[in-house]
């Protein structure tokens, strides 16, 4: 049995195929997890969905903003956008079925074995793990519970920017969504700065990536998707799987054992500009 994390799809579900036929995958013996943003923005958002739900207790997905937002738009919140392709998932015959598989799915999938962490956008360096997971069940409960319609009605936002125990309601539950689902840049107060986003090397002298602050947590290996434009830096813990399936680059997953470091990838053809 052999279990592999595979970075941003975003309904690129031949890619995904593709990928796991190399990969050799048994659906009936190996699992996967997968590091968010299923879908949205690639051809085949209803493909992906369907196929990964398929698989049952054979995929862990944990929640990135591209699922998040097609769940608020199901809430009369979100707004689609020109590039989103989610329209089929919502006219499909079995969509009431398939956004409550999404909205059941966790933002944090914790590992003792390994000691790895699978997020969609990143970890806040101030949190413990104890503290990550509290946060993530905190959330979920929220959005599995009888107040998930409104929450979706209070998701958008980038403040509050900085953490604190003292944090409450929507701003608490917003801050730690955007840590799990949107963050990449945060300052040296440990301030967000979501507007930040692109490859580093281009931000203020103040403002770093997340993943170049000390953690609380020094050994815990983080896998997580979200950054396209991020070349892997060679942090030790740290695996980026996001390699720009959409944009043209490559679909990747990562083998999970105790080195993780095997990696498998496939090309993909441009779905998407780059923006």
Known sequence: MATYAIGDIQGCYKQLKELLLKLEFKS??????FAGDIINRGPDSL???????SLEDNAITVLGNHDLHL???????????????????LEARDS???LDWLLHRPLVHYQKKNHVCLVHA????DWS????????KELENILQGPKSHEFFHHMYGDKPRKWSDNLSGWDRLRFITNCFTRMRYIDNN??????????????????YPWFEFENKEKDLNIVFGHWSTLKDPKIKHLFPLDTGCLWGGKLTALKINHKLKKQTSVKCPKSQPIT
């Open 28 to 33: 009936d013996k190996d699992k996967l997890w």
């Open 47 to 53: 493909k992906t969905i369907r196929f990964i739900k």
């Open 71 to 89: 769940l608020a738009i199901a809430n009369g919140r979100g707004k689609q956008g020109k590039k989103d392709t989610v329209q089929p998932i």
């Open 96 to 98: 009431d079925s398939l």
């Open 122 to 125: 990143g970890i806040y360096p």
């Open 129 to 136: 793990l104890s503290q990550i997971l509290s946060y993530s």
């Open 190 to 207: 440990l301030k967000l700065c979501l507007k930040d986003k692109g490859a580093p090397g281009k931000q203020d002298d103040n403002v």
